[in-house]
Nanobody
């Protein structure tokens, strides 16, 4: 079993900053990519940012220049620093990881989600 546990969500005022963290634990052989998705009310889940095992990153156009993703391979964690937040960033944020649970078995794993309401 693999678990992804998120932390750091909560109410923030527009223009403010927030840092989300996610820790993977359990039967982990190695971790491939990690990332963050979000789902706003009434909308589909969308990719926010992704980081590969070697550290290459990509971002949704709507967050470029405001959000920064990072990971610690030794600790199996991924963080998302969110700056200049605006009400359009309001969503439930989900941690994602592509995890090898053995040398051959790859699993897509999700966190439980953390709420990020941004007030205007």
């Amino acid at each position: 079993q693999v678990q992804l546990v998120e932390s750091g969500g909560g109410l923030v005022q527009g223009g403010g900053s927030l840092r989300l963290s996610c820790a993977a634990s359990g039967s982990i052989f190695s971790i491939n990519g990690m990332g963050w998705y979000r789902q706003a009310p009434g909308k589909q889940r969308e990719l926010v940012s992704y980081i590969t095992g070697s550290g290459s990153t990509n971002y949704a156009d709507s967050v470029k220049g405001r959000f920064a993703i990072s990971r610690d391979n030794a600790k199996n964690t991924v963080d998302l620093q969110m700056n200049s937040l605006n009400p359009e960033d309001t969503a439930v944020y989900y941690c994602y990881a592509s995890i090898f649970i053995s040398s051959r078995l790859l699993r897509s794993c999700w966190g439980q989600g953390t709420q990020v309401p941004v007030s205007s």
